[in-house]
């Protein structure tokens, strides 16, 4: 009976194991499944544009929904002032007369020291004589030289200008869309936006996962994302970033992916369902 009961004991014990590692497995692979997860799709980057300078709008060039290139004109400020600068600054930066002169004297003050040079060697002239041709040389290279630093000087004076000039135009940073217009022709710009830029390809996704799948997400990693305006359409996203701060409150972390949208089909600001899983993260490290 003792030999019995032993054995029954045993067999029981190593079923409640066998039991515990079924539903240890069974756990941990639930875990390792990411359920599907709501998301937002965004801008990539939003920006609100204004003006480096101070100034009354002259002209906006754009409107709510257009299209710019990176460097597109925006806005002008009133630049009369400027201008003027810029048209002063040219007309000065082609002076040439002062640096002609000097070349024709320094040239002839050359030929003098080197005929007084050759005369003093014959005993012909006075150590004065040639120490004046020697001082009129030098002076005259000096002279031209300083003929050029002036030049070389009204050049960067044009191009101060020039740099100023270009200040009074708003240029837009990024490919993006106007999404909004602040101010309008004849309004002062001090520090306020005068629009507001979206670049949208690609897009952002952000998406706030639980705590315990963490170890799960990895840069790069792909991801199906379902736009609430197409959900029978599901879009490949790559995870672009991976919060490494937890927000403890909600015991939370966030994500941010990356969605291709070169022809702008996709419409940002929309809510989204996002499916991240183990089986994406094994099919990205292959």
Known sequence: MGIESSLTKTMANNAVIFLAIIFYCHNGMAQSQIPPLDCVINPYQTIELSSPV????????VQHADYLEKGDVVAHLISDV?????????ARAEINSEISVNKVNHKFDLRR????DSLYSNNNVSFDAKDQADREYHLSKWRLKQAQDLQHVRALELERAKQQLEQKTIRSPID??????????????????????????????????PLQFYSSITPEQIANVFPESAPDSPLKAHVLSVDPMADAASGTF????????????????????IHLSESAVKSVAR
Do not use: H
């Open 113 to 116: 020291k080197e005929r007084i």
């Open 54 to 61: 101070s100034g009354v709008l002259k002209e906006v060039s």
């Open 82 to 90: 400027e201008l003027a600068s810029v048209t002063l600054a040219l």
């Open 254 to 273: 966030g994500i941010e992916l990356t969605l291709e949208n070169s022809d702008f089909k996709i419409l940002a600001g929309q809510k989204c369902l």
């Open 176 to 209: 993006g869309f106007v999404t909004k217009t602040y101010l309008n022709v004849g309004e002062y710009v001090d520090d306020q936006a005068v629009v507001r830029l979206a670049q949208l390809n690609p897009l952002k996704v952000k998406v706030i996962v």
